[in-house]
């Protein structure tokens, strides 16, 4: 999809396990083919494909630039005019991430993000909601429930015992070890 003079807008949203990262480089790698130039960045919390990659759950990864913040994304996007942003982990960026893309896309640069848009007490993790609404496209994806196998629109954090912890950062990162993947009928505990 191209927009007249102006980027569009791509949200990838879901719970954890849903496939987000999967599908934003599988959107780069058919941008690459197309021969455009796309800059790749994730965020530095996220450090399961080592230093410098994106990393998937299933194993895949690419080269990526690993920012802490929104400033450090419009200063690296300074004067650079690549055809599409893939940016991953959004919701680790914050609502002062959704001014620099609006910048970015002002300036005719396409921008495909990723992130969750759900934290793991079923709140609105900004700023995926306010990027969702400004977006030409979102695709919501859903993982699946650890406990049913039903598709799964949320996710939960789990404590070292299994057991769900009632508090804990939402910028906590981690993969199956800490959080599981659940149906609306078993994101609470003891249903």
């Given at each position: 999809?191209?927009?007249?003079?102006?980027?569009?807008?791509?949200?990838?949203?879901?719970?954890?396990?849903?496939?987000?990262?999967?599908?934003?480089?599988?959107?780069?790698?058919?941008?690459?083919?197309?021969?455009?130039?796309?800059?790749?960045?994730?965020?530095?919390?996220?450090?399961?494909?080592?230093?410098?990659?994106?990393?998937?759950?299933?194993?895949?990864?690419?080269?990526?630039?690993?920012?802490?913040?929104?400033?450090?994304?419009?200063?690296?996007?300074?004067?650079?005019?690549?055809?599409?942003?893939?940016?991953?982990?959004?919701?680790?960026?914050?609502?002062?991430?959704?001014?620099?893309?609006e910048e970015l896309l002002e300036r005719g640069i396409d921008v495909v993000v990723a992130g969750l848009c759900v934290t793991y007490e079923g709140e609105p993790f900004a700023p995926l909601p306010a990027l969702m609404a400004s977006a030409e496209e979102v695709v919501k994806?859903?993982?699946?429930?650890?406990?049913?196998?039903?598709?799964?629109?949320?996710?939960?954090?789990?404590?070292?015992?299994?057991?769900?912890?009632?508090?804990?950062?939402?910028?906590?990162?981690?993969?199956?070890?800490?959080?599981?993947?659940?149906?609306?009928?078993?994101?609470?505990?003891?249903?």
């Amino acid at each position: 999809m191209r927009c007249a003079d102006a980027g569009c807008l791509h949200v990838i949203a879901g719970p954890m396990f849903a496939g987000k990262t999967e599908e934003l480089l599988r959107r780069v790698h058919r941008a690459q083919l197309a021969g455009l130039h796309v800059e790749v960045v994730g965020h530095r919390l996220d450090d399961r494909g080592g230093a410098g990659r994106l990393s998937t759950h299933a194993g895949r990864s690419s080269p990526a630039r690993m920012l802490a913040d929104a400033a450090q994304l419009r200063e690296t996007m300074a004067g650079a005019r690549p055809d599409l942003l893939a940016l991953d982990e959004a919701q680790f960026f914050g609502p002062a991430l959704v001014p620099v893309l609006e910048e970015l896309l002002e300036r005719g640069i396409d921008v495909v993000v990723a992130g969750l848009c759900v934290t793991y007490e079923g709140e609105p993790f900004a700023p995926l909601p306010a990027l969702m609404a400004s977006a030409e496209e979102v695709v919501k994806l859903t993982a699946v429930c650890t406990v049913c196998g039903a598709d799964a629109a949320f996710h939960v954090r789990l404590v070292q015992d299994g057991a769900e912890a009632l508090r804990a950062t939402a910028e906590q990162v981690g993969g199956a070890e800490s959080y599981q993947a659940r149906c609306r009928g078993h994101r609470v505990a003891d249903r």
